[in-house]
């Protein structure tokens, strides 16, 4: 069972800075809205986009074994980023380390390793980097940020004192990130999530979301009590929407809770400055879904105080919700267009939508090379571009797998699609 899975479970039981070179003519979505209120901008955009474009990934380089040297084997739960010279750094939340690889996938070292010592960790984040390039790392469990250098050298680290679940560090040493809190009122759980951007002694500076929820305590501890407590447990996690935040090269904070089919931009003091969002049609929960979210379950959940037979009897009791949530998870690409995952079905194919610099919807497809992965069905999905390619964490039999695939821009004219002259990197 992942680490983040269960944090998750504690609470339950998310010339430019860029140059982009156009074709003759700039792409419009002549049926998009562009309206501003109280120095707010609201791109409304229609179900439709306004082009025919496609994002092609192809496949060059895979790291992972599934027996062999452990140094290329994972766990369950892993994250991974790369740094401007494309060499990869993988966290391992069931080993408890990062591993570091050339950009042809070879194992160059490790960073550190399980304990509560300088440079170790109980828990992992994805691997980030501060504004002098070094490494950093959330360790929620031992409530601190963790420096390293690029050699692996343990440098320095900040403690806070509440959970912080996954944190950015802008240029400005200000911290976006959520922390999680736990209070039981009566005979009700209730978990505040708190999303916002923080000074660097972890103090609020601005809240940008608070998503609260409440779960009822177990009526006895019998296994019908514990089983019902449970079942209330997985039916509040099935589905459910979770926050996303992205922070951008220029300190701006793109944040997201698909309740609803929108994402807000905020500046790097925290003001909100627009609001993306789409009419949809909400995508059905079908019963492979269903089916695919209580295999995970049962993949990762483990207590002792919840036997098989608990969770059997708790698994049949989930009430699932009618629909997904709006969008899935989403990524800035180098050139500052915006790509949603606005659905994904495990082991068949992904839908993306694609809003440009303004927010304009401008490309809707599908994909099949890319089969995606959630750190614990309900983590964060790993997916980003960077370096002119893109990357992701890929599940295959139950064994992880990260992997980097050329990218190719291509939109659809007369009758065949052929390769778009704008370009997806800075």
Not at 65 to 81: K, P, T
Not at 376 to 396: I, M, P, R, S
Not at 403 to 418: A, C, F, M, S, T
Request: aromatic share 16%; net charge negative; proline share 4%.
């Amino acid at each position: 069972m992942t680490k983040k899975f269960i944090l998750f479970l504690v609470f339950i039981i998310a010339i430019f800075l860029a140059i982009i070179c156009f074709p003759e003519e700039p792409l419009t979505a002549e049926n998009t809205s562009i309206q501003k209120s109280d120095d707010v901008v609201v791109i409304s955009n229609p179900k439709t986009p306004a082009h025919q474009m496609r994002i092609v990934f192809k496949e060059e380089l895979t790291i992972g074994e599934v027996e062999g040297d452990e140094n290329y084997m994972f766990g369950s739960g892993i994250s991974f980023n790369t740094d401007d010279e494309g060499n990869f750094y993988v966290a391992d939340s069931d080993s408890h380390r990062i591993q570091k690889y050339d950009p042809e996938g070879k194992y160059l070292l490790t960073i550190g390793r399980e304990g509560q010592g300088p440079g170790e960790f109980r828990s992992v984040s994805v691997p980030r980097f501060d504004k002098d390039k070094n490494i950093y790392i959330t360790d929620s469990s031992n409530r601190r940020i963790s420096f390293f250098d690029k050699e692996g050298e343990y440098l320095r680290q900040i403690r806070f004192q509440e959970i912080f679940i996954d944190s950015y560090i802008n240029s400005k040493g200000f911290i976006v990130s959520y922390k999680g809190h736990i209070a039981r009122e009566d005979n009700v759980q209730k978990q505040t999530l708190l999303y916002g951007l923080f000074d660097d002694k972890f103090n609020l500076v601005e809240e940008l979301f608070k998503d609260e929820i409440k779960t009822p305590m177990p009526t006895g501890t019998d296994a019908s009590g514990l089983a019902d407590y449970l079942s209330n447990a997985f039916s509040i996690m099935a589905f459910r929407p979770l926050g996303r935040i992205v922070l951008a090269d220029d300190d701006f904070i793109y944040f997201g809770y698909p309740e609803k089919y929108e994402i807000n931009v905020y500046s790097p003091e925290g003001k909100l400055t627009r609001k993306i969002n789409r009419d949809y049609e909400p995508i059905p929960v079908s019963e492979k879904d269903k089916e695919g979210f209580i295999e995970l379950i049962k993949e990762d959940f483990s207590a002792p105080v919840f036997t098989e037979d608990i969770k059997e009897r708790a698994f049949k009791k989930i009430k699932f919700p009618k629909h997904k949530a709006a969008y899935q998870s989403f990524t800035l690409m180098e050139n500052g267009w915006l790509a949603v995952i606005n659905n994904f079905t495990l082991d068949e194919f992904t839908l993306f939508d694609i809003f440009d610099r303004e927010g304009k919807y401008i490309a809707h497809f599908k994909i099949t090379e890319i089969t995606f992965t959630f750190e614990g069905f309900l983590g964060e999905l790993q997916f980003f571009f960077k370096n002119g390619k893109a990357y992701a964490v890929t599940d295959e039999e139950g064994y992880k797998f990260v992997k980097r695939y050329n990218i190719e821009l291509q939109e659809y004219k007369g009758d065949r699609w052929v390769k778009s002259s704008i370009k997806l990197t800075r």
